[in-house]
């Protein structure tokens, strides 16, 4: 089993910046990728971010270029720029496999992010 406890979120204007962090703990050996995905009220759970242990990383087109995924040992950090209210969701930690895809595990609780207009 693998443990993930995110912070960082909060609430921010539009144009801002937040740090996400995630800190993996426990079995550890058993994954090579991390990442984000993200849930807004009424909508499916999104991939917002992922970066493998050989440091391929995997953005959708939405967070392209405002946000960036870092990874320092156990710990993965979700650096975000320019957010928009479209981004507010609750932001969950994951952790997997990447094999050409990505397949994600275990999750942590999330981490609520609000941009205010």
């Known amino acids: 089993q693998v443990q993930l406890v995110e912070s960082g979120g909060g609430l921010v204007q539009a144009g801002g910046s937040l740090r996400l962090s995630c800190a993996a703990s426990?079995?550890?050996?058993?994954?090579?990728?991390m990442g984000w995905y993200r849930q807004a009220p009424g909508k499916q759970r999104e991939l917002v971010a992922g970066?493998?242990?050989?440091?391929s990383t995997n953005y959708p087109d939405s967070v392209k270029g405002r946000f960036t995924i870092s990874r320092d040992k156990n710990t993965v950090y979700l650096q975000m720029h320019s957010l928009k209210p479209e981004d507010t969701a609750v932001y969950y930690c994951?952790?997997?496999?990447?094999?050409?895809?990505?397949?994600?595990?275990?999750w942590g609780q999330g981490t609520q992010v609000t941009v205010s207009s």
């Open positions: 970066i493998s242990s050989g440091g």
């Open positions: 994951a952790a997997g496999e990447y094999s050409r895809s990505w397949y994600f595990y275990y």
């Open positions: 426990g079995n550890i050996f058993s994954i090579n990728a």
